[in-house]
């Protein structure tokens, strides 16, 4: 950790998607930027790295920072293409991977199936046993460490989790287990559960530190191979990732914090999504990031991302670390259309990916997708598809949405490919009211803020269909998560279960080890040495009534805990969320939690704007047939460059730029900001009329 004593001229971002891989230069210096989006390359992802900061015509000796958002977990979690991992722990609970909480797959009926992380063969017990309050029960038998060591060598085991029952109270068996294999296993690959998380839930912690074992040598491969690639092409800075909970650390770190990169780009794109709308003055904003294979939707409340303790990456597999809250469908641009069984119409979730990709794309795809709906409905130009070097074969897509959707439903082809936007919509509508509505939030009381090369095509639909009054879309909407990398801070999450009664707790034990969570995240920072400008050290208490399952979650008031703060701080709570008070119940304190965040100095996002407005109403580049609703309309198409402060659009109209298309359906219309924002009324002929009456 360095004190910032000059300003880093040059900051890269880079987002590696499932589709493209996004990038955006920031020249500090000069106030410029260049932007680049060039297709993921899946068979080594390093090259379509490179590939893109060729594109953008810089030296990598020249770049100050370099900062990257992976998928590479994810996918590899999602696909079950993680690494061969074995399981070492307490005699008796090998199954708690796989016995989970015994919920369902489907929410209907007792079909569905789960597929564990680490398959039972390779789950091995030893004889040991820790108590919940941390006593030593029956010593480790490290003996049978030993042995179960050697049998998951020759089953061909690449990494090892030690998981012991109540290691977050006592980590001394886990400790002593891992050194043993240490000593004994090839590589680097060995994972205690309390070196990721210190926090009961057997299940969860399992859950977690298997996540971590099983993508940690793809992540950490991935990433010393595109370090190693940069640094032989003159780059002599550290390479810095995005994490889950929208901080970054630095690639040396990678290894020991693999699971903090599982959806690391998409938190990236709702950190960017945060700035931009405060910079704009909008407090709450939900998020709707649509590339190429899904939609991702968060919300931000008075200009902070919402944080959640856990994420099920998929059913029965989940992650119990500080993350933005994401919740992720497949509909993308590049999701499959098609007619099932039923003769229901299904968009998604089986996407073209970039190779073949959309049938729009050129490149061999035969599945009509929404890219192809788009196009066929006049609302992408097919001179200027993204991810395509010529015209897209309009009679191609005709043809195959006809056959594919059209016949099977009895519709004619311009209505089933309306017919594939409208299901797209009403899933990405039904994913937002399941992270707002659903969680108490009103939608009317935000404004829709879409990115990802796809989001601004449905934006308008989408707000008109949940009720939100206002879209604002960014100034390079399909390169948002690679700006939120270059806007991160260095953060760094500590928790560790306490489960007493607050009023049992001395004020000195808690400080200690409040203090030790800090002292640990500095020493993290010193080891990363990133440049940061101040550090800030954050803490909060999960607390709950005995008896209780689920907690809340405090900041800590004060430099010291203090029993009687906090709790007055849980009955007021309780008292505004619940109008009761239970003062005949137990208050508990759960866990403590300290974030560390070395914070950054962050580009002016003025830079962006486009400057005074050549005109109020700038001229069309030109004009085309586009279909809303049940009809066609002659709808004017705009450059966005040609667009500055304050520049005013009346929808129907079109608005193309490199990185996406804008969509501004009848009725609405959109202005520019002084941040290079386009900010949609939703229903501003609505408003117009109502204002004239």
């Not at 996407?351 to 073949?356: E, R, W």
């Not at 879309?473 to 306490?498: E, K, M, N, W, Y």
Request: proline share 5%.
């Amino acid at each position: 950790m360095r004190q910032e004593d000059n300003v880093s001229q040059i900051s890269v971002g880079v987002d590696v998607g499932g589709t493209f891989t996004d990038f955006i230069l920031l020249d500090g210096e000069s106030g410029t930027w260049r932007t680049a989006k060039v297709p993921t390359t899946v068979g080594d992802l390093s090259d379509g790295f490179l590939q893109g900061l060729r594109e953008l015509d810089v030296a990598p000796s020249a770049i100050d920072w370099l900062v990257h958002g992976t998928t590479a977990g994810t996918n590899a979690v999602l696909e079950r293409k993680g690494a061969v991992c074995g399981l070492i722990t307490t005699a008796g609970f090998r199954d708690v991977l796989e016995l989970g909480r015994r919920t369902r797959p489907h929410n209907y009926g007792l079909s569905g199936s789960f597929e564990p992380l680490i398959p039972r063969n390779l789950r091995l017990e030893v004889p040991e046993r820790i108590d919940a309050h941390g006593r030593i029960v029956q010593p480790l038998d490290e003996a049978a460490v030993r042995a179960a060591v050697e049998r998951l060598r020759e089953m061909g085991a690449e990494s090892v989790v030690v998981h012991f029952l109540h290691a977050y109270a006592n980590p001394a068996h886990e400790q002593r287990c891992a050194e043993i294999v240490r000593e004994i296993w090839p590589n680097g690959h060995v994972v205690a559960g309390h070196e990721i998380i210190r926090e009961m839930r057997e299940f969860e912690r399992g859950s977690t530190a298997a996540i971590h074992a099983a993508i940690r040598p793809i992540v950490t491969s991935y990433i010393d191979r595109v370090a190693e690639r940069l640094k032989d092409s003159g780059y002599a800075r550290q390479l810095l990732v995005m994490q889950a909970n929208g901080g970054m650390m630095d690639a040396s770190v990678v290894g020991e914090n693999a699971a903090h990169t599982v959806m690391s780009g998409p938190a990236a794109g709702v950190l960017a999504a945060a700035e931009i709308a405060r910079a704009a003055g909008v407090g709450n904003v939900i998020t709707g990031d649509m590339g190429g294979t899904s939609y991702d939707v968060a919300v931000v409340v008075d200009g902070e991302p919402v944080i959640t303790a856990e994420k099920d990456l998929a059913y029965a597999v989940p992650l119990r670390i500080p993350m933005i809250d994401i919740h992720t469908i497949g509909a993308g641009g590049g999701s499959i259309a098609r007619v099932d069984s039923a003769g229901m119409l299904r968009v998604g979730p089986d996407s073209a990916g970039s190779y073949p990709g959309p049938i729009g794309y050129g490149r061999g795809g035969k599945e009509p997708t929404i890219t192809d709906a788009n196009l066929l409905l006049g609302r992408i130009n097919p001179d200027a598809v993204t991810g395509s070097g010529g015209h897209a074969p309009l009679q191609e897509i005709e043809a195959a949405i006809d056959a594919k959707i059209g016949r099977p439903l009895s519709m004619d082809t311009v209505k089933a490919a309306k017919a594939v936007i409208d299901v797209a919509v009403n899933e990405l509508a039904a994913a937002i009211r399941l992270i707002s509505i659903e969680k108490g939030h009103d939608p009317r009381d935000f404004a829709l803020m879409p990115y990802g090369g796809a989001g601004p095509l449905h934006a308008v639909e989408i707000a008109r269909e949940l009720g939100l009054p206002r879209v604002l879309v960014p100034r390079f909407p399909g390169l948002t998560s690679a700006l939120g990398c270059i806007l991160a801070d260095v953060r760094h999450d500590f928790v560790q279960t306490v489960n007493t009664p607050v009023r049992e707790l001395e004020s000195a034990d808690v400080d200690r080890w409040l203090a030790d969570q800090a002292k640990a995240g500095k020493t993290l920072l010193e080891r990363e040495g990133v440049t940061v400008e101040t550090v800030e050290v954050r803490h909060e208490f999960d607390l709950l009534y005995q008896g209780q399952s689920h907690v809340i979650r405090l900041p800590q008031r004060g430099a010291s805990f203090d029993p009687e703060t906090v709790l007055a701080d849980m009955t007021a709570h309780y008292q505004e969320r619940f109008g009761i008070t239970l003062p005949e119940m137990v208050p508990v304190l759960v866990n403590i939690r300290t974030t560390v965040i070395g914070v950054r100095k962050r580009p002016d996002l003025a830079l962006f704007g486009g400057g005074e407005a050549k005109a109020e109403v700038p001229d069309a580049s030109g004009q085309r047939p586009v279909y809303f609703g049940e009809r066609w309309y002659d709808t004017k198409v705009y450059r966005r460059e040609d667009m500055g402060d304050g520049s005013w659009i009346a929808g129907p109209a079109i608005v193309e730029q490199l990185d996406t298309t804008i969509v501004i359906d009848p009725g609405a219309a959109g202005r520019t900001d002084a941040f290079g924002n386009m900010i949609i009324d939703v229903n501003a002929n609505a408003a117009s009329a109502e204002a004239s009456a």
